[in-house]
């Protein structure tokens, strides 16, 4: 391998940490791992151009949102919510990227300190099933947007805890400037359903018209995004 090779690994996260948020009952964070070396500028391009097609050149995918027809995307119908969400899935499906999702179910937690401990170790087991190379074989580069503390500071912890020094954190990330943290974004809703149906609970009604059923969303969705899953 390269020496010059940079891991990059893109950080996103669904739900809330407190446990009194009822609004929240799972917190997922999600780890998606790409190797530089492997050039995706191509499906970039081709997902941008996908996306003008549509008229919308500089759309931001954000799954949830798109999902329940808000935060911008409150005037388009089904066919064109379809459109994006089929654009983002075909560009999720030809890129080369690992991933893992670290689920915490709050109503079989007792304490935050529970939650964080939960996490860590996912994290430590995501950085261990990836089967990276020697340290010195690359350089590691994680993208979070801060949107919460604890995730940073566990970032910190256990990326120092494993390489030392040789990891960076990517300074001002925002979603819209990297695909892959859209693909972040995307496996964390993914996995959020996906945990949700495996606890009995069904899908929201904007769910169901958006998939068009539970069979639909196993089949078309979650199934191409766990052949990623490590």
């Known amino acids: 391998m390269n020496k010059n090779t940079t891991l990059s690994i893109f950080v996103d996260e669904s739900g809330n940490l407190p446990i009194a948020d009822n609004a929240s009952r799972f917190y997922i964070v ?72 670290i689920c915490v179910d709050k109503k079989f937690v007792a304490s935050e300190k529970q939650i964080i401990t939960q996490f860590k170790y996912g994290i430590y087991e995501f950085l261990n099933a990836a089967k990276l190379p020697a340290v010195a074989d690359f350089k590691i580069k994680v993208y979070y947007d801060c949107g919460q503390a604890v995730i940073t500071n566990l970032i910190h912890e256990s990326m120092t805890a494993r390489y030392g020094d040789k990891w960076e954190l990517a300074q001002n990330v925002r979603p819209d400037k990297y695909r892959l943290f859209q693909v972040a974004d995307l496996v964390s809703s993914i996995s959020l359903i996906a945990q949700k149906l495996q606890s009995g609970i069904g899908l929201t009604k904007s769910e169901e018209k958006f998939f068009g059923g539970v069979r639909n969303f196993k089949r078309n969705v979650l199934k191409p995004i766990l052949r990623k899953k490590i």
């Open 30 to 101: 999600s780890l998606v791992a790409h190797n530089q070396q492997e050039n995706i500028e191509k499906s970039i391009h081709e997902l941008n151009e996908s996306f003008a097609r549509m008229g919308l050149p500089n759309l931001c995918f954000h799954a949830g949102p798109l999902i329940r027809r808000e935060d911008g995307y409150e005037y388009m119908g089904w066919e064109m919510r379809n459109r994006i969400f089929s654009a983002m899935m075909a560009f999720a499906r030809k890129t080369p990227f690992c991933y893992r999702s």
